[in-house]
């Protein structure tokens, strides 16, 4: 693909500042929430004792899935030898960085003890998902930091298919441990499920591309570089196919532990009497996150065209937080099965009460900001973009 | 031969000399520090208790968590919502479903010898003595709350708030999780714990559950007991009976 050119964004104009500036402001609001969290206790959120991990896990988790997901392109590019995707390879790499990055600065400012990340980097339980993940999260930033030097550096050109597969079978990994650390719950009714990794998987395959899928489109429009059917409408193809495979996943998830009978209490919460739950359920993450966007990519009326391709991915990625929120708030309000065969009276049960604070939604969306923030610098500074995804440049090779 | 001390002479001379002094100070150091815990801490014994459901009544159970809150220093709390105290241990009343029997127990740590707590630890935080009592080490715990996530039995707490007035033998800390610990400063002494001190009864019956001669191990012997969530297999130190 010699035809393609990579460039740097101008990165000078107004609309360039305006945005940088509106994000700059949605992270600083979020480190002002995390000093008064931080300073004050978790008092002020809305967790407790019963509900630990609240709104920042749902971001956080949200934005590590996603970014695994955003590497997507470029392994089909490398490890699957699709030419079309090649000029998105380093923007894929770039975006899947940035969003780990927003992520993790969400997962480790919820920590009790942020200030203590250095005892998380050199005390390692390597018994325990949650350390393995550690690992894969920095190994990530590695691995595909590797990737794009072999991308970007000429001289290193015939190492990025290997580099790209490597990536590749790492953030496989990475996305099995994430879904594992639920998965490995045993006595989490909600979670306690093998199917967790792989569901997880296809999920970050889904939110990924919707991410990238916007910041492309965006980043093309706001810069009048021209971007051709060929390859958003591939694009577009493919996310249909990821949420109806996520759709899939969730039904044989839900299929699978109403027939066993000691998770249909949970099972009948999530889809049936959970209230809260089973709404978000149904309107946001099927028929909003799933339904609709798939309607909107396949449907002959809004199919191919790109506004409704944005509001899909739109769609995909407000259903896929709803989705975490199912999965990660839903699953602890339903109380545990201490007593096997009898009904606790008092002392512990009940549906465990939570309403996320503005200071979690903030440090939430604070991260989504940090990493959007860090894809529109990032273009600034290095040849990430190709000056044109025209379909005369990239049309030989869309059959490819 | 007189040799006047230039300055590599001297940085060698000064040093190996605190080299060597530091060598034998943390020597001597360390074995003062050793020296103060006279019994180390095995796996020769297996510190349990006993719950007897049919003896303990809520008098008694919410004598056990003043107990417990009295020693520990836990439950003053003043910005914490009802969710968000600590509960070291708390008074559970469950019903049978098909035959209404109502039992009264408390529930705490329940010191499992496979404890989830231990195993999803990222920084071992959480951790098993030798003698089977769980605990929480203050210093590593970073409060990810995980163990909180994989405990079965609702046993630990997060610290929601700065805290004052805390007792010298339970350094309790803002943003990191805590739970029962047997009152193991006590046990190390030769002590029981709070909460099975304040019980007048023998419904709670606390010892080392190796030892064939410990009322609780022959207790065990000819009661019929249980273990909450036995079908874990964590084999847990706290039993029940009456359940």
New interface residues.
Partial sequence: MSNIRFEQIEGKSLGFYILVAGLGILVLAALGSVYYM?H????VTG????I??GMPHVFALFLIVAASGALNVASISSVFNKKLYKPLSRLSGLVALSLLAGGLMVLVLD????D??I??MT???F?????WN?ILYNGFFVVVAVYLWMMFERRMNKFSRKAGLVAFGWRLILTTGTGS?FG?????QAYDAVIMAPMFIIMSFAFGLAFFILILMASYQWTNRPLGDAMVNRLSSLLGVFVAAVMYFVAVHHLGNLYLAENTGVENFILFDGGIYTKLFWYGQIILGGLIPMALIYHPVTKGNRSMLGLASVLIIIGGLIQLYVIIIGG?AYP?????????????GGV??YSASLPEISLGIGGVALAIIAVTFLVKFLAFLPESLADDVTGPHHKS | MNKTLNRRDFIKTTSATTIGVVTVASGITLTTFASTNKVPVTNEKRWGMLIDTNKLTEADIDGMVSACQKEQGWGS?L???G?????WI?????????TGK?SNLA?MCQHCEEP?C????????SMKREDGIVLVDKH???????C???????A???????LSNQKEHMPR?????ESCTMCVHKVDKGEVPACVTSVNSDAVIFGDLYDASSKINQTLKTVQSAQ??A??NLNTGVRYSG?
């Fill in positions: 931080e004050h206790g978790h008092f967790m407790s004792n019963r630990v991990w920590l009790g003890r942020p203590r990340l005892v998380a005390e390692y339980n018994k325990s998902i949650f350390a550690i650390i490995f719950l045993v006595v989490r602890q545990m099965e201490l007593f096997p065969g009898k009904e606790i009276l008092e002392g512990y465990a009460q | 709390e910005h914490s919502t969710s968000q105290k600590p509960g708390k008074k559970v009343k469950v019903k049978d479903k098909a109502v529930l989830p231990v195993d999803v630890c990222p920084t071992n935080a590593l715990c970073i409060g990810c709350r995980y909180m996530m994989a405990c079965p039995y609702d630990r707490s997060f610290v929601h708030e700065t800390g803002k943003g990191t999780v909450i969530r079908d874990l359940i």
